[in-house]
């Protein structure tokens, strides 16, 4: 199983990478592979602001459907639009091309409180 140590994590199974203001956001290796084959990933939020623990989208894979929580506040900025046509870059590349939105950090200090990959490793039984 890949978990990239350069990432941040969290409960829910998203990993983040900040540059600067902005965090990219996407399910971890694990979550994909527990979802199973991805067919539709819908985020209906970009240009809102949300708090972080709301739900920015869903993941829906052929057995049911998952809620997407921001894993921190701020205003989501971008969806990576390529998930329209090709879902199931979420399962072939989840830390790369499979990348689910963007968010313009409002409190970026919340970024402390992401799990390290030791930390999400323990909590998956790594």
Not at 113 to 117: A, H, I
């Given at each position: 199983m890949n978990i990239p140590s350069e990432l941040k994590y969290t409960k829910d199974h998203e990993w983040v990478s900040i540059e600067g203001e902005i965090a990219t956001v996407g399910i971890t290796d694990f979550a994909q592979g527990e979802l199973g084959d991805i067919v539709y990933v819908e985020v209906e939020t970009v240009d809102e602001t949300?708090?972080?623990e709301e739900v920015f989208g869903t993941v829906e894979a052929v057995k049911t459907v998952s809620d997407?929580?921001?894993p921190l506040s701020g205003e989501i900025v971008e969806f990576n639009e390529s998930l329209?046509?090709?879902p199931e870059k979420v399962n072939s590349d989840p830390y790369g091309e499979g990348w689910m939105v963007k968010i313009k950090l409002s409190n970026p200090s919340e970024a402390e409180?992401?799990?390290?990959?030791e930390d999400y490793k323990a909590l998956i039984g790594a």
């Open positions: 949300l708090d972080k997407l929580f921001l329209e046509d090709e409180e992401l799990l390290s990959d």
